[in-house]
C-alpha cells in the first residue's frame, strides 16, 4: 500500500475475504490518510489515489507485544 502512494494513477489492491493481518492494514492505511495521502478501504479492495504533495511527518507507533 505504502509504495502505491508514489504512482502517478489510481491503484487499487484486492484482497482475500479473511484477510489474518487486516488490523495492520489499517494501521497502515490510517499513517497514511494522517500524511495527506488519499485513501479508501470498501469491502475487500484499497484503493490509493495520486497525491502531489505527501506531508513528510514523523509518526510513532506502540509495539504490538
Known amino acids: 500500500a505504502l509504495a502505491a502512494a508514489n504512482h ?8 482475500p475475504k479473511n484477510l489474518p493481518s487486516l488490523p495492520y492494514l489499517e494501521i497502515t492505511l490510517a499513517c497514511m490518510r494522517h500524511a495527506g495521502i488519499p485513501v479508501l478501504h470498501e469491502n475487500n479492495c484499497v484503493s490509493i489515489f495520486p497525491n502531489t504533495e505527501i506531508t ?5 507507533i506502540e509495539k504490538d507485544w
Open 8 to 15: 502517478e494513477q489510481a491503484f487499487s489492491i484486492y484482497l
Open 56 to 60: 513528510r511527518q514523523t509518526i510513532q
